[in-house]
């Protein structure tokens, strides 16, 4: 059955042994990032002594899952590092993690060479922030793994159009690619990317507000929703804040709204913080799926 032919009234999946769906509790996914580019010095660890404390403390504040990247994906940020270094570093990273915690890791990255060796230390998630576009052998290898999947929406070349229909283009393509891999579709997760639309035809900051205001039209994709707007750009420049560390409760109040309209799953450096108000907005919507 063609991945996008049935739109289920109640969205579910499972990333890594971890349920997520409208019935149930909303996630959290902890940044854990050991590249020094990173755009928020704070979330950066780098030796495994302090990698493995800071999971331990984020498990601690209640994360479901930990993210760990190697390599920024910041698109207005040139980080771009070898293949073999970020394959070194997230491997371990991943590792250090690992042997830490019994929560599920996540590898954030986009190149097949570091997820391989990232599942091989003890990933069970791969977080591909192009929707699997980057690197032809990620799908085949999530595939083969049979590990959870979180999908961008992303674009190789900036297209036209409003910015639902653009996002739901990129999600659509990349459902395709991961329906053709094999990727069952219950361990598929969709991200709208938040952050990453950096030439949309309108202001970037306005953008990201129409996506979260707008979040709830993407379910008619069938699938659970990611949102990472974790002290983003786009809180900064609304609030006047060009230091990363001031956009705390700018990120809270996105993921407040964000849940409010329909997510599954928010992905944050401040977990303690961000369980709070998640779980405000939780207790507040109205229910989901009916």
Not at 110 to 116: C, E, F, G, L
Not at 127 to 153: C, H, K, Q, T
Not at 179 to 208: C, K, N, S
Not at 235 to 252: A, F, H, M, N, T
């Amino acid at each position: 059955m063609p991945l996008m032919s049935h739109i289920p009234p109640s969205l579910s999946a499972q990333l890594a042994g971890i349920p997520v769906g409208d019935t149930l509790p909303v996630r959290i996914i902890a940044v854990l990032n050991v590249s020094p580019e990173s755009f928020y010095p704070d979330s950066i660890h780098t030796n495994r002594e302090q990698i493995a404390e800071t999971a331990n403390a984020l498990a601690g504040e209640g994360a479901d899952i930990i993210d760990i990247g190697a390599m920024s994906t910041a698109p207005y940020l040139k980080t771009d590092i070898s293949e073999a270094e970020e394959t070194e570093r997230l491997s371990q990273a991943v590792e250090a993690t690992a042997a830490a915690v019994s929560i599920p890791i996540s590898a954030d990255t986009k190149r097949s060479q570091p997820a391989q060796a990232a599942l091989r230390a003890g990933a069970r998630i791969v977080n591909d922030v192009s929707g699997l576009r980057n690197d032809p052998a990620m799908a085949a290898l999530i595939a083969r793994s049979g590990v959870g999947a979180i999908l961008m929406a992303s674009e190789q070349h900036p297209q036209s159009g409003p910015p639902l229909e653009r996002i739901r283009n990129a999600l659509r393509d990349s459902l395709a690619r991961a329906e053709q891999a094999g990727i069952p579709r219950q361990q598929i997760v969709l991200d709208p990317g938040i952050g990453f639309f950096r030439e949309p035809g309108i202001a970037w900051d306005e953008w990201d507000c129409l996506v979260l205001r707008a979040l709830a039209d993407l379910r008619s994709l069938g699938f659970p929703l990611l949102v990472g707007a974790s002290r983003k750009s786009f809180i900064g420049k609304i609030l006047d804040q060009p230091k990363v560390q001031d956009r705390l409760i700018g990120s809270l109040t996105c993921a407040a709204i964000a849940v409010a309209n329909g997510a599954h799953i928010i992905r944050a450096h401040d977990v303690k913080e961000t369980m709070e108000a998640v779980r405000m907005a939780e207790r507040l919507r109205r229910p989901l799926g009916g």
